[in-house]
């Protein structure tokens, strides 16, 4: 085994995608995409944490499903920057989850967050089942072993 490979200075840096979401954002060259990034366990944690609604006195916090959804997608976003302020004062908002409430169309946001999901080395459903079935398949109690 090679522990070298998974040192820091030997990592590729996390990816970055480019995805058109509509038409209808564009310059003079045609349709302009939304770069987004892969982020960190450590990231997606604290948002996680950001969005718990705390519940009675002996219950457990829950996740925020909502609130998590719209800010790991923004978290995502590299370009535009979702904080330039004059971006947001264009769309009459303040904050970059609210940004993306005004500017995208619930099918764009889908889209962004489905991309974002993807980006950050998430499985779509139909990607799970296929492994799900080769992990059958190759499981000792499907074999015989």
Do not use: H
Request: hydrophobic share 40%; proline share 4%.
């Amino acid at each position: 085994m090679d522990l070298q490979a998974f040192l820091m200075p030997e990592v590729l840096p996390v990816r970055e995608e480019t995805v058109i979401l509509s038409e209808r954002f564009r310059n003079e060259q045609g349709p302009v995409g939304f770069t987004l990034r892969g982020i960190s366990e450590e990231e997606n944690a604290g948002i996680k944490r950001s969005c718990q609604k705390r519940g009675g006195a002996l219950s457990a916090p829950t996740l925020d499903r909502e609130r998590y959804i719209r800010r790991f997608t923004a978290a995502c976003v590299v370009f535009p920057d979702l904080r330039d302020q004059r971006l947001q004062e264009s769309w009459g908002v303040i904050g970059e989850e609210a940004l993306l409430g005004k500017m995208l169309t619930a099918g764009e946001f889908a889209a962004l967050f489905s991309a974002a999901q993807r980006v950050c080395g998430f499985l779509s459903a139909e990607e799970a089942g296929k492994v799900k079935a080769e992990l059958k398949k190759d499981s000792p109690a499907e074999t015989g072993s």
